[in-house]
């Protein structure tokens, strides 16, 4: 069983205590003491499972037994200097080793060293049934330069009292984790309301002492504590069993009281009646699992149904061939009789005896084909109804014919009554749907159209509601919507404007490469007295000079068009392209991010809307039968007032 045991003590040189001697005797370690220069060394016949933990700042040294304790020794001066905290812990047994050491880890990183303590851990297993962990924690702050001041403020005793409760919050997490029902508690017996006495912490020595068979006084009050515990132990246990029958209860009542608030006298006759066939409180989740042994038995008897008329069908067939066989053997005898009847005496009847006797043996070999091909059929059938004579056969078909009727009966009793219970278990479970949707509309009378949700969207924002952990009103649903909407729109036209952007500067790229070599060409010409002298004299040489002007001009008008005017105005945009380009992935992050979270919602928001044609719809159906109503009335007042 898990226990609870969590002590706290200052290791002090004013009571003649040293930081060395302490470390050497928790880790098992041999340490030298530098201020004394005595070594010290603790043998232990199970070696203790240590790690020092640190915050990350700390210099590497500290991960050095020895060195990290001698610092602290060097460091205080006073000859009453506390030189460390200790915390003594019961680990659960429970858990395995390695999971008690990474529970202690875990605890030890989260409430100390991630605080700025440095924290020298070492578990002890000497008796299996006490695994503890004994905590050496520094009291000064630490730096990459060494140790620092004192820090005060972990001297406060709130912090003991959060140390020893969120202790107790690791563990049962961690015995949760797996499966293990006990629980520890950091309040004290009297805290918790129990009876039952604490024993106290042995202590090493006295622990020591106690396995040696030597009785302490320690011992003898935990004895004592616990004899009286077994005492009242009954007494605690029928109590807390009351108390939780009387939680149950109270909890039925409620529930109780919420079904009838939100189901009609129909639905809770329907719910008595799904509650007398599962013998207890109906539930969707129980519903649900005797739907299923429902369709599985009916689809068993579908299968015996089935199988029954194969078998019936087989039978026939078999009777079919065995009288097929059995004619054609009586077939057989009557021509057998017909040869040995013949008169061979009689010398005027020669040939129609022959003729006789010929039309007979044909007739014999015929039958013969006939009965070997029956014979043949009936193989298949005497491996599938198990008979091999014919007197076997009839006594399967005997069978057969005589417990047919019961078991076709039986089988339409059983799934008349299997009808009936899918009928009474279909009316529970929309009972149950109807109160359920009417529960959640009621958190929302504003919004009359909640009453007409389907169950899987009620579902929906029930657990909207829940993750919220509030009633979450459907214009905070439509504004989130339209926002993550919006949102979205907003992000996919950024990533547009990128593509148009880059798709825009690669058709300027060309166009600018174009430009540029007619504009050296251009400048070729215009630059070079001799080319521009042959421009006077030559067609040829005027009109390529011509021809560049106007391709360059065409390329600049293009380039102007898609907003570039020259090689530096492009390698501005470029640059700011380069700089678009990276948010990107962030902005298809992000619509990834408002698309999940808007499917439900959207799904949600189009839910209501169906609720309220729906809702609409039956007002309108209403509507039309008042007013039906009130032209039969009428019609009827008419005829009665002529009579």
Known sequence: MAIYHFSAQVISRGRGQSAVASAAYRSGDRLTDERTGEEKFYRRDVEPNTMILAPSNSPEWVKNRERLWNEVEQIEKRKDAQLAREINIALPVELSNDLQKELIHNYIQKE??????????????????????????????????????????WNNKELLKQWREEWSTHANKALEREGVQDRISHLSHEDRGLEQLPTIHLGHVAHEMEKRGVATDRGNINRDRKEYNCLVVDL???REEKKALEQEKARKQTENKKLERFTTAAERINLQKASQLIETKPSLSKIAEKQAELNNHEEQILKNNQSFHWKDQKIKEASKYFDSINLNENKIQEAQQRIDTINWLNPLKINENRRNKEQAL??????????????????????????????????????????????????????????YEQEVFKKAENALKNAFVRQIASNYPERPEIANLSFSNAQKLNQLNQKQGRIVPIQTIEKVVNNSKQEIQRLQVEISRTDQYQS???????????????????????????????????????REYDSTITARNSYKDLMKREGITERTDFEKQKNTLEKMKP????????????????????????????????????????????????????????SYMER
């Open 583 to 638: 948010r990107i992935p962030e902005f298809q992050e992000q619509i990834q991010s408002h698309e999940k979270g808007l499917r439900l919602l959207d799904t949600l928001l189009k839910g209501i809307e169906e609720a309220g044609r729906e809702m609409q719809w039956k007002q309108e159906q209403q509507q039309k039968k008042i007013q039906g109503n009130i032209k039969k009335k009428n019609h009827h007042n008419i």
């Open 236 to 238: 605690q246990k029928y």
């Open 362 to 419: 044909k007739a014999i070999v015929t039958a013969k084909e006939i009965i070997e091909f029956n014979d043949e059929k009936l193989n298949h059938h005497r491996k599938i109804l198990s008979f091999s004579t014919e007197k076997e056969f009839n006594k399967v078909k005997v069978k057969h014919e005589t417990e047919g009727p019961n078991l076709l009966k039986k089988n339409q009793n059983e799934r008349q009554k299997i009808q």
């Open 504 to 542: 825009r500067l690669s058709r300027a790229s060309k166009y600018l490469e174009h430009f540029e070599e007619y504009d050296a060409i251009k400048n070729k010409y215009e630059n070079n007295p001799l080319l521009k002298g042959k421009m006077l004299v030559s067609k040829s040489a005027k």
């Open 112 to 153: 100390f060293v991630d605080k700025g303590m440095i924290a020298d851990i070492a578990i002890h297993r000497d008796d299996q049934e006490n695994p503890h962990a004994h905590v050496m924690l520094t009291t000064r702050t630490i730096t990459s330069d060494g140790f620092g001041p004192k820090n005060r403020d």
